[in-house]
């Protein structure tokens, strides 16, 4: 019997409930959600009260929001592998690492994936505006709304071009990467029980983290499950990772450009 997946006998409690090979379904629920919680609170308590004393948009309240939370997830994930092998790694902790994809075969799904989100993230703004009218106007955060841009509105474009390069080596590749290791190698893999409704439920509930954006749900669903499914079918992560953080690099790096040619948003 193959148990290279199981946790080893001495991890008990909650260590041994996080390695398993199955994670209840309300469990999963928790796991998908709580990381969308701690950002919404750090954001809250500490960011934007030092970004708004700073000056710098509100955008960059975010992204160290993410960074606060998800650089430890990552860490997290690395001392569950110490756990399991006795040495930080991700091995056995992240799944659909095996690289069963040709390079040739992921190059041209993920390249697929990448060009569905990113053209139907921008297709789906007037989705994303009609629910925010109807439903989450009452959300407060400051910058609030369906325009992706939003948060970066009201300032000087050196003061917006500054942050986003300042930014962008997190929020433009990094941190989608990490949210890719957790959701989708972490804990897409341990829900066998909901077969072909694993992808689904995965990109409802990583939609739904998005605590900060709840308005932008329905799209989420639209342009992530195409990438979310490949990679739980095919069984390889790098397809979902060319989808989410690629879009996000490709994003980035328009944004950037187009700023420094003198684009006023």
């Known amino acids: 019997m193959n148990t290279s997946t199981r946790p080893p006998a001495e991890t008990k409690g909650f260590v041994a409930k996080l390695l398993a090979d199955r994670h209840s379904v309300p469990f999963s629920i928790a796991l998908h959600l709580v990381p969308g919680a701690f950002i919404v609170a750090v954001y809250a308590f500490a960011a934007a009260p030092l970004v708004r004393a ?37 091995k056995d902790v992240v799944r659909y690492h095996d690289r069963p994809l040709s390079r040739r075969k992921v190059f ?20 994303d505006n009609l629910v925010y009218d109807w439903f989450f106007t ?9 325009d992706g841009t939003t948060y970066l509105q009201g300032y000087s474009p050196d003061l917006v071009l500054t942050t986003l390069l300042i930014c962008a080596p997190f929020t433009g590749f990094t941190l989608p990467l990490i949210e890719e290791y957790y959701f989708r190698g972490f804990l897409l893999p341990r829900l066998p029980q909901l077969g072909k409704w694993a992808p689904y439920f995965n990109t409802f509930f990583f ?5 900060w954006a709840p308005w932008t749900v329905l799209s989420k669903l639209v342009f992530l499950y195409p990438g979310v499914w490949l990679a739980w079918k095919e069984k390889d992560i790098r397809v979902s990772i060319a989808m989410h953080p690629g ?8 944004g950037v450009i187009a700023l420094a040619s003198g684009y006023k948003m």
């Open 54 to 90: 700073a000056g710098y948009p509100i955008f960059m309240a975010w992204a160290i929001a993410l960074a606060v939370v998800l650089f430890p997830l990552q860490l997290f994930l690395l001392w569950l592998g110490k756990k399991r092998t006795g040495r930080f790694t991700m």
């Open 207 to 211: 939609s739904v983290y998005h605590f």
């Open 108 to 127: 041209w799904l993920g390249a697929a994936c990448l060009v569905w989100m990113t053209v139907v993230s921008l297709s789906l703004t007037p989705l």
């Open 247 to 254: 879009s996000a690099l490709l994003m980035t790096v328009v």
């Open 138 to 146: 009452w959300v407060n955060y400051q910058g609030a709304g369906p």
